[in-house]
Structure formats: C-alpha cells, structure tokens
C-alpha cells in the first residue's frame, strides 16, 4: 500500500530558506503536490510536479523530486511569516484519482 | 467564480445521533471527494464522485457512513449513530475532471461528538 511521510515540525528565523522533506513509498505516483493549510483555513494547492520531472521552480518555491529515493522536497525561499502554516505532501496513483496525504509539517516562522 | 462551499461550518452533536455534512463543489466541476482530517490519523480519504457515481469508496470507515451526489453537483455526507472518534473536520473538494488535475478544497466542517 501507499505511505507518505513527513517530519512534523520545522522553525525557521524570518529570511531563511525553509525546506521540507516528505518521502513516498509507491513508486506508481504520478502526481506529487504541496499543499498549505493555514489556522481554521482549507487546504491551498502550492505547486505540483509529474512523476517524470525532478525540478519545478515557481517564484520563491522550489521542488525537488528523488525518484530513485522516493523522495520529495519544498524549498521556500526568503520564508515570512505569513508562511507559517501546516505544509502537506500528497501523491496520486496511477489511475487513481483520489490524494494520499502525508501528515503534515508545520512551519513556523519567527521573525 | 465561487470556490467550494461547505456547510455547516461546525456542528456538535450527540453520540447516537445521526448528522449530514453538505457540500456544494465548484460549478461544472465533474469530480467531488470527500477527506477526513482528525489529529493522530492526519488527512483520510473517504469517498470519490464522479458525476453521481461513486466509482471510489474504499475510505468509508465503516457503513455508518454513507454519502450521495445529486444532479452531478451538490453532494451529501451522512453518519449515522455518530460516535466520539467520528469527531473531526470534514473536508470537501472538487475537480474539473478528475484523474489527478487539481482539487480544490472546501473549508470543511468541524464536527464534535460529544
């Protein structure tokens, strides 16, 4: 079966560079995403990439997929403090439709 | 155009008693799903629409819970003989076609058992 995990806490001073990690387990993924949930918010679709690229760059966000290693990462560059947020991994199956979450980290960001 | 739209917002309930969580996706949105989100479990897929069929139910906890989609837009979730560990926030998205394009979230519907 499909697992997805990811470390629950990251803090990081107001500037720095946030990253955080997930790692998969079914290599059949066809679609990874970030999502973003802020305090009493739904979830916020950040970014996405296919199964068959390693890099998508959009403004201060970086991804980067391992597929080998079966590993995913976000990169958030110059984190503010209105990044702090709940961050969460997700993986669609191929011919699957529906998303597999991983628990969540949460960031938090001082100033 | 308006995002996807839950209600209601909260709802506490007693145990035994049944509840139905609403949800209304994005207009023309073919594909509407339901999450689960509760502290310790994470997020939790429940069931997947497309139009009013429901090819995906492999996440209904058990059959106290049972959902339908009407006209291929607004959808229903039902517990029924609710229980203290239903207690969660109860998530909706939708998705203009399904198969791995972007869903869109409702804000969801906190639900306390009480």
């Known amino acids: 079966g499909e697992d997805v995990e990811q470390s629950l806490f990251l803090s990081v001073r107001e500037g720095d560079s946030s990253v955080i990690n997930c790692t998969y387990t079914d290599s059949s993924s066809t679609y990874l995403y970030w999502y973003k949930q802020e305090p009493g918010a739904g979830l916020q679709l950040l970014t996405y990439?296919?199964?068959?690229?390693d890099m998508k760059q959009d403004q201060r966000l970086t991804v980067l997929l391992n597929k080998k290693d079966k590993h995913l990462s976000l990169r958030i560059a110059d984190t503010q403090t209105g990044d702090s947020a709940i961050y969460f991994c997700?993986?669609?199956?191929?011919?699957?439709?529906?998303?597999?979450f991983g628990k969540g980290t949460m960031l938090l960001v001082s100033p | 155009g308006a995002g996807v739209s839950q209600s209601p917002s909260n709802k506490v309930t007693e145990k035994g008693k049944d509840v139905e969580l609403r949800c209304d996706p994005i207009s023309g949105h073919t594909a509407l799903y339901w999450y689960r989100q509760s502290l310790g479990q994470g997020l939790e897929f429940l069931i997947y629409?497309?139009?009013?069929?429901?090819?995906?139910k492999s996440g209904l906890p058990s059959d106290r819970f049972s959902a339908e989609r009407t006209g291929g837009s607004v959808s229903t979730l039902t517990i029924q003989r609710t229980q203290q560990e239903d207690s969660a926030v109860y998530l909706c998205?939708?998705?203009?076609?399904?198969?791995?394009?972007?869903?869109?979230f409702g804000p969801g519907t906190r639900l306390t058992v009480l």
């Open positions: 997700a993986e669609t199956l191929s011919g699957y439709s529906t998303l597999t």
């Open positions: 629409f497309q139009g009013n069929s429901a090819p995906d």
């Open positions: 998205a939708s998705s203009l076609v399904g198969g791995g394009d972007e869903q869109f």
């Open positions: 990439i296919f199964s068959n690229m």
